[in-house]
């Protein structure tokens, strides 16, 4: 889903964001748009070979989410991934393996609209659908 973004292309975007293209941002929001699924602070502060440490990647990540160029997502693994897609998605999770496949598939229209009646909220800014399962690899290793 995920292609190769040139850096230009990602200093440009943190630029439109209000954000300065510092070497750590650039960095950082590079791999993340090349990462085929959501990453771990973890893994991003592994991947940048020593370009930054994981305070930074941590601050890096909160401005970049602010920004509007990262989404922080929760998979009830007890700690959080982030990545960067403008697509509205949802997420399928292989409980064995801990592998995540992105998911076009979406809610019903108007289910926004019904749950914020449903719960007496004021407004509804946004939604999370995750499916959890066993993926076609770890099946195979079960048989």
């Known amino acids: 889903m995920k292609h190769r973004v040139g850096i230009d292309t990602v200093q440009a975007g943190l630029r439109d964001a209000g954000l300065r293209a510092t070497t750590q941002r650039v960095a950082l929001l590079h791999t993340l748009l090349s990462s085929s699924g959501p990453v771990s602070v973890e893994a991003l502060t592994k991947s940048s070979k020593g370009a930054y440490d994981l305070a930074t990647a941590y601050r890096t990540l909160d401005a970049l989410v602010l920004a509007g160029l990262a989404k922080r997502i929760e998979l009830s693994q007890g700690r959080a991934l982030f990545e960067a897609s403008s697509e509205h998605h949802h ?4 409980t064995t393996c ?10 019903p229209q108007g289910i926004d609209a019904r749950v914020q009646k449903a719960s007496g909220f ?14 076609a690899g770890c099946a195979k290793k079960k048989v």
């Open 91 to 94: 997420h399928a999770v292989c």
């Open 98 to 107: 801990g592998k995540i496949v992105d998911i076009d598939a979406c809610l």
């Open 122 to 135: 004021a407004a509804i800014s946004d939604h999370s659908l995750e499916f959890f399962g066993t993926c």
